[in-house]
């Protein structure tokens, strides 16, 4: 159980277009989900809470505008990276929190989504 | 705010042996919870083992185990039996215990750990 997939999990892209990432809960359902960025080597970086049926909540240095993310349902979260350029090459994770509240409030990881600009 | 601290960026150590990660964390919360992730060169992160801050007790799953220090707000975890497929970027997180908290994990830097045969 408490498995997240992530599509898709390599996109190549040209500088000013626009990407869409998915990240979905496939035998749970999340309320919340969460978007991090992962440079090589380097830890986890959270850009923005995304909780169903509302805006999302993001980072401080996080443009909310160049990265649009959409939890329109229960097991479902987009994040789209709006004109995208080679300095936003990265990885990018998503995971999940069960909406039945796990006692350990524990996140459950996607697989990540390597996004090359060139 | 909550911090969390991996003081070793690499550690490497021979198949069949024992090897120990060190965290430590800052907080002022009571109720909270812990955990170390390993990630893989997958990139998959995948939860290894997780430590309520009410229990004294420590963790243990197979040959991963920890020592949580409470009062030194210490989190160590020890891998027993080292194998190759160990060989990844293990992670110490931090989340509050309060449901308002939106379960919001707080990483450290990471260490690399390669189990050389």
């Known amino acids: 159980g408490a498995v997240v997939s992530q599509h898709p999990s390599r996109v190549i892209c040209k500088s000013g277009t626009s990407v869409k990432i998915e990240c979905r809960s496939l035998d749970f359902q999340a309320t919340t989900m969460f978007w991090y960025r992962q440079f090589p080597k380097k830890s986890l970086m959270l850009m923005a809470t995304?909780?169903?049926?509302?805006?999302?909540?993001?980072e401080q240095g996080v443009e909310k505008d160049k990265f649009l993310i959409n939890h329109a349902s229960l097991t479902l979260s987009t994040l789209t990276v709006t004109s995208a350029h080679p300095e936003d090459s990265s990885f990018y994770i998503c995971?999940?929190?069960?909406?039945?509240?796990?006692?350990?409030?524990?996140?459950?990881f996607g697989p990540g989504t390597r996004l090359t600009v060139l | 705010a909550q911090t969390v601290t991996q003081s070793q960026p690499e550690m490497s150590v021979q198949e069949a042996e024992t090897v120990t990660l060190s965290c430590t964390y800052d907080?002022?919360?009571?109720?909270?919870?812990l955990f170390w992730y390993k990630q893989p060169p997958s990139r998959q992160m995948i939860l290894v083992i997780r430590q309520e801050a009410y229990k004294q007790q420590n963790a243990t799953e197979n040959r991963f185990s920890v020592n949580f220090q409470k009062a030194a707000k210490s989190f160590s975890l020890k891998i027993s039996d080292s194998q190759l497929g160990d060989t990844a970027m293990y992670f110490c997180?931090?989340?509050?215990?309060?449901?308002?908290?939106?379960?919001?994990?707080?990483f450290g830097e990471g260490t690399q750990l390669t189990v050389n045969p």
């Open positions: 995971s999940a929190r069960d909406a039945g509240g796990h006692r350990y409030n524990e996140q459950f």
């Open positions: 907080t002022s919360e009571n109720n909270y919870y």
């Open positions: 997180a931090f989340t509050p215990g309060w449901e308002t908290s939106g379960s919001r994990l707080t």
């Open positions: 995304s909780n169903e049926g509302s805006k999302a909540t993001y």
